[in-house]
């Protein structure tokens, strides 16, 4: 975890005596890694997380050709259709994560939305139907 360290010889400026707490801009408080663990670990996840996202994009083409898609079946089914599903079950989905955060332990929170979120993006090697795919990348 990520933790602010505020130098002890800094003083406030332009406070009056007796006023309590400080404004973020009336100190300097770098940022310090104290665990490279959790940081690689973090950072990792990060990479899986975005590492699919444009996995499809280059690939259209020949994924139309093993589905049996026209040029126009491509462009609606595989750059449209997966993409609008994709987004409209994620807008809620974040919702719900986000109010989640407050209530749930946030590293329970980080690992099961990865599990849940990188889960289908491996099950995609094993897709044989565009449905199958459909509902594997909303999922993702």
Same mark, same amino acid.
């Given at each position: 975890?990520?933790? =602010?360290?505020?130098?002890?010889?800094?003083?406030?400026?332009?406070? #009056? #005596? @007796?006023? #309590? %707490?400080?404004?973020?801009?009336?100190?300097?408080?770098?940022?310090? &890694?104290?665990?490279?663990?959790?940081? @690689?670990?973090?950072?990792?996840?990060?990479?899986?997380?975005?590492?699919?996202?444009?996995?499809?994009?280059?690939?259209?083409?020949?994924? *139309?050709?093993?589905?049996?898609?026209?040029?126009?079946?491509?462009?609606? #089914?595989?750059? %449209? +259709?997966?993409?609008? *599903?994709?987004?409209?079950?994620?807008?809620?989905? &974040?919702?719900?994560? %986000?109010?989640?955060?407050?209530?749930?332990?946030?590293?329970?929170? =980080?690992?099961?939305?990865?599990?849940?979120?990188?889960?289908? &993006?491996?099950?995609?090697?094993?897709?044989? +139907?565009?449905?199958?795919?459909?509902?594997?990348?909303?999922?993702?």
């Amino acid at each position: 975890t990520f933790h =602010l360290r505020i130098p002890g010889e800094h003083k406030p400026m332009g406070r #009056k #005596k @007796g006023t #309590k %707490g400080r404004r973020a801009s009336e100190y300097f408080a770098p940022m310090e &890694c104290l665990d490279w663990n959790a940081f @690689g670990l973090l950072a990792a996840a990060v990479f899986v997380i975005f590492a699919d996202q444009n996995l499809m994009a280059p690939n259209l083409t020949m994924i *139309a050709h093993d589905f049996g898609f026209s040029d126009r079946e491509r462009d609606s #089914k595989l750059g %449209g +259709q997966i993409s609008v *599903a994709f987004f409209l079950l994620g807008l809620p989905a &974040c919702l719900i994560i %986000g109010a989640l955060t407050d209530v749930v332990q946030r590293k329970r929170l =980080l690992v099961c939305t990865i599990l849940l979120g990188q889960g289908p &993006c491996l099950l995609t090697l094993f897709v044989t +139907q565009y449905w199958e795919l459909f509902v594997l990348r909303t999922l993702t």
